[in-house]
């Protein structure tokens, strides 16, 4: 992926606020053409956290999003939910070297965070972190992403 990116956000009832301050650090950022919000979209609407990490997965399963980020209360569930989705790879990180390896060997297009595990500006660095992080195709993690994907495929 080389430009600028298309970033989903969502969340549940717990994460709502947590996602409502990485939005704007997004649409703020100029690695980022857009950012598109699947909800939800106020702190009193109670859908399941893994209707709103579906439908986010589902969109950067189809090429919709480059990447997306995800909040719950414990960013667990969102990455259990993205995760069952063909082709998305999530997960949570809250330690830099471990954000940074999500992306660069783990090809990682979801990010999952836990509102109720760090505050808001630790979260708004570790975004902004992320976003510098560029998975390279070419590089011998690929090989091992590839395996994941094959198995994704189911036998030949
Ligand atoms: O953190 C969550 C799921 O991992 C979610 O925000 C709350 O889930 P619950 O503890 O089951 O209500």
Same mark, same amino acid.
């Given at each position: 992926?080389?430009?600028?990116? =298309?970033?989903?956000?969502?969340?549940?009832?717990?994460?709502?606020?947590? /996602?409502?301050?990485?939005?704007?650090?997004?649409?703020?950022?100029?690695?980022?053409?857009?950012? &598109? $919000?699947?909800?939800?979209?106020?702190?009193? $609407?109670?859908?399941?956290?893994?209707?709103?990490?579906?439908?986010?997965?589902?969109?950067?399963?189809?090429? $919709?999003? $480059?990447?997306?980020?995800?909040?719950?209360?414990?960013? =667990?569930?969102?990455?259990?939910?993205?995760? /069952?989705?063909?082709?998305?790879?999530?997960?949570?990180?809250?330690?830099?070297?471990?954000?940074?390896?999500?992306?660069?060997?783990?090809?990682?297009?979801?990010?999952?965070?836990?509102?109720?595990?760090?505050?808001?500006?630790?979260?708004? &660095? =570790?975004?902004?972190?992320?976003?510098?992080?560029?998975? #390279?195709?070419?590089?011998?993690?690929? &090989? /091992? =992403?590839?395996?994941?994907? #094959?198995?994704?495929?189911?036998?030949?």
């Amino acid at each position: 992926m080389t430009g600028r990116m =298309i970033i989903g956000v969502g969340a549940d009832e717990y994460g709502f606020a947590l /996602k409502e301050r990485l939005r704007e650090l997004l649409e703020a950022d100029g690695r980022v053409a857009e950012v &598109r $919000d699947f909800g939800v979209r106020e702190g009193t $609407d109670h859908d399941p956290y893994p209707n709103v990490g579906l439908r986010v997965a589902e969109a950067v399963a189809a090429g $919709d999003l $480059d990447r997306a980020v995800l909040v719950c209360g414990t960013g =667990i569930g969102m990455a259990i939910t993205a995760n /069952k989705v063909p082709g998305v790879r999530a997960t949570v990180a809250y330690d830099p070297y471990s954000v940074e390896r999500s992306v660069l060997s783990n090809d990682c297009q979801v990010l999952a965070l836990g509102a109720w595990v760090i505050g808001a500006e630790v979260a708004r &660095r =570790i975004v902004a972190d992320w976003l510098g992080y560029r998975f #390279d195709p070419a590089s011998a993690s690929a &090989r /091992k =992403i590839a395996v994941i994907t #094959d198995y994704e495929a189911g036998p030949s």
